[in-house]
């Protein structure tokens, strides 16, 4: 009887799949003596102390395979001082074609050349800290919490700290060093091993490469396939840090639509970071100013809920899994954008609220035991009516086993007013809440559970979220289930909650399959059901989605996707937002859709993405075409053009009308400390085009001067609605 070859495959992957998670494959300790000269850094590794340890080398393949030995030697060293941990690498090459798209610090790792390094001083492979750097010196950090299951929202590369870095080209390789002060990681004071991995995106033979193995269904930075990097004395604790950021601005603002005067100001404010111990921090902030971090990145909304923005105000960033990681990502009791943001009635963006003061104090206890509490209080809104408001979050968590941990968290929004309540809000709104997640020591399962409880002042039933998720994940499949519950009443002011009083249940299962052939390297085919049932009415959403997703062997992406959608208006909705006729409310309407998503190769100097999809909507059709062109002018900058159109056409006399986002953006890195972006938005939904351009100038680590200009007009007639100039001074201080 023949064998079918697709059946034979998968029983291979499967026995492979329980080799390779073992754990077998880990790479032997990395050992970084001490420094006894100097360290220079000059991107030529000339010092004895780089080699007197035990470097990483023998690197693997990720892409385009992921069980050989590397082709391209990679060799990194470690060495370290009272003061500094060094990192030092030489990366060769077959040629010396880098591709190198900007000279903006912190760059994505896709489609250009560079290395990064993970860092994990607790091991407890579940945060790290990230730094990396391309052959000229650019570089890039971030954090890592959850273990990296997911780069959207595990990975945080806003967060800036400092440190530095140098990189030089040689004739057959490029090599880097790194010197990061011990005061801006965390770590147990007396240890001697940190878990550590490292990989090196090269686009000269077009692979992807690990120290420590990593099976291609993880992600390429998971922490749970982390090796062992040991020091031969133990650390010493890092001297006292104080460091102060103060801030000055001067700014000038106009409102063209209510007619009113030109208003200028001068402010000044700062924070402060205190190192408790190597592994606690206290920061503070008096009267923070955000008005340098980049606009949102504006979507079209054809849905009935909120769209979630990320938090990229560095003031909460370190350590932010431990305030916000609490439910997931739609029923999150603490969203710190609630805090200091308000929406503009113009433009219906989000626009910053005065902050008063805040502190925040996060960290490790200890190896098990992480710790949070933040307070922030703000000011008193007269124009719309809302008293000062203090806002209290504090959070426990725990390790179990491994990798896993269990986290307690309350949140308390309190009023401060002498005045009567007319209604408009809350006098308290506050919610504390019971967390375990779960990911086995070989990331095969991965899941959470939670229980939250809201409290307001009516005491009414309802004011609870619940919700499970299980994943289990080997090399030719994974298989998942969630579930969330969510009550009538329950409102988490500080929280993300797009929608409340439901019951969801959320099944996926995938197949993984690696052809090697000429051209596709992997793929994969899914199925994600989700089933919400409203208490009182039923069944009111169901969304049924296969799929298939490709990773080609010239790194472009190709996937497509058909799915079959039921809603139940439980009231009347223009999905267009344009004031149209609503579709009525307490009807039901099916509808099935396909679409197909490509993004090329991000090599050549001219990339691109596309996604079409055509299909049923509501009681009508939608035809949709998103997608971004890019063209690189390397090193110094890329200029990218994003569009979004929709067309919905329903029935007379509902909305059958199209909408269009455009969103050039030009980004020029005249050096590897002078930035300008121009990023113009046109929103043909809510009838307006921003532009908001912003010089940068880093003049020391971490200390910046920046100039930003943003302007509102109306896309009809393309009138002036705002416009406001911002010039920031800020500057790092160690004392």
């Not at 050992?31 to 080398?57: H, R």
């Not at 793929?523 to 989605?545: C, K, N, Q």
């Not at 690189?632 to 067309?647: C, K, M, T």
Request: net charge neutral; glycine share 6%; with cysteine.
């Amino acid at each position: 009887m023949k064998k079918h070859p697709t059946l034979t495959t998968l029983l291979l992957l499967l026995c492979t799949s329980y080799a390779f998670s073992n754990n077998g494959f880990e790479q032997p300790p990395i050992v970084a003596k001490k420094a006894k000269q100097p360290i220079v850094l000059d991107g030529t590794l000339d010092e004895a102390a780089w080699f007197a340890g035990t470097p990483a080398s023998d690197f693997w393949e990720y892409f385009p395979t992921d069980s050989l030995r590397a082709d391209v030697k990679t060799e990194v060293y470690f060495t370290y001082d009272d003061k500094f941990l060094y990192i030092g690498a030489k990366c060769y090459s077959n040629q010396q074609n880098y591709v190198i798209p900007s000279l903006r610090r912190d760059f994505r790792a896709g489609g250009n050349d560079n290395i990064t390094f993970i860092l994990d001083p607790f091991n407890d492979r579940t945060n790290a800290f990230v730094f990396g750097t391309n052959p000229l010196g650019v570089l890039r950090e971030a954090l890592l919490a959850n273990g990296c299951r997911d780069f959207d929202t595990d990975w945080n590369d806003s967060w800036d700290n400092k440190w530095s870095g140098v990189a030089k080209i040689h004739d057959d390789h490029w090599a880097c060093e790194l010197a990061i002060p011990f005061t801006t990681l965390r770590f147990k004071e007396g240890a001697t091993e940190w878990r550590f991995n490292c990989y090196r995106f090269d686009t000269q033979s077009n692979t992807r490469t690990v120290w420590n193995r990593i099976p291609q269904n993880q992600l390429i930075a998971n922490l749970a396939f982390t090796g062992v990097l040991r020091f031969d004395e133990p650390l010493k604790k890092a001297s006292s840090s104080v460091s102060l950021i103060p801030y000055v601005t001067a700014n000038t603002a106009r409102n063209f639509q209510e007619g009113t005067p030109a208003e200028r100001g001068f402010d000044f404010g700062g924070d402060a970071k205190i190192a408790l111990s190597p592994s606690l921090n206290l920061d503070l902030t008096v009267n923070p100013d955000f008005s340098q971090v980049e606009v949102d990145q504006q979507v079209i909304n054809l849905d009935r809920f909120e769209i979630f923005f990320p938090e990229r105000r560095q003031f909460f960033l370190e350590n932010a899994d431990l305030f916000s990681d609490f439910g997931d990502p739609r029923i999150n009791p603490f969203f710190s954008r609630r805090i200091g943001v308000a929406i503009d009635t113009t433009t219906g963006q989000n626009i910053a609220n005065p902050i008063l003061f805040g502190a925040r104090l996060s960290g490790k206890l200890d190896n098990n035991w992480r710790t949070g509490l933040l307070n922030m209080q703000t000011a008193r809104d007269e124009a719309n009516g809302l008293p000062s408001f203090n806002y209290t979050v504090a959070a426990l968590q725990r390790k179990l086993f491994t990798r896993s941990n269990i986290g307690a968290i309350f949140v308390n929004k309190q009023a401060f007013t002498n005045e009567e309540n007319n209604g408009t809000y809350n006098d308290f709104n506050r919610v504390a809440g019971l967390d375990y997640n779960l990911a086995s020591s070989d990331n095969r399962w991965n899941g959470k559970a939670f229980y939250h409880q809201g409290f307001s002042p009516e005491g009414s039933k309802g004011q609870f979220a619940q919700g499970t998720r299980l994943e289990y994940r080997v090399r030719p499949f994974s298989v998942s289930w969630q579930h969330q519950w969510v009550g009538a009443n329950y409102r988490p002011e500080v929280g993300f909650l797009p929608r409340r009083n439901f019951f969801n249940i959320n099944p996926n299962v995938q197949a993984f399959f690696y052809p090697r052939n000429n051209w596709l390297n992997q793929y994969v085919i899914g199925f994600d059901a989700a089933v919400l049932w409203t208490p009182e009415y039923g069944r009111t959403d169901h969304s049924y989605i296969v799929y298939w997703e490709a990773e080609l062997n010239n790194s472009s992406n190709l996937s497509a996707g058909l799915s079959h959608e039921y809603t139940y208006l439980l009231e009347p909705f223009d999905p267009s937002r344009s004031g149209a006729v609503p579709l009525p409310g307490n009807q039901g309407y099916g509808y099935t859709s396909f679409g197909v998503f490509y993004q090329s190769d991000q090599r050549p100097k001219f990339s691109y993405r596309l996604s079409p999809s055509i299909g049923e909507f509501f009681n009508g059709y939608r035809y949709e075409m998103s997608g971004a062109l890019n063209y690189r002018y390397q090193p110094y900058g890329f200029i990218a053009l994003n569009i979004n159109y929709s067309y919905i056409d329903l029935p007379a006399p509902y909305a059958s009308t199209g909408l269009l986002l455009v969103g050039p953006r030009i980004d020029l890195t005249l050096t590897r400390s002078l930035f300008i972006t121009t990023f113009i938005q046109y929103n043909d939904q809510i009838d307006n085009v921003n532009i908001n351009a912003r010089l940068q100038w880093r003049f020391a680590p971490v200390s910046d001067f920046f100039l930003v200009y943003t302007d509102n007009y109306a896309g009809a007639d393309f009138s002036v609605k705002n416009r406001a100039i911002v010039a920031k001074f800020t500057y790092w201080l160690n004392l």
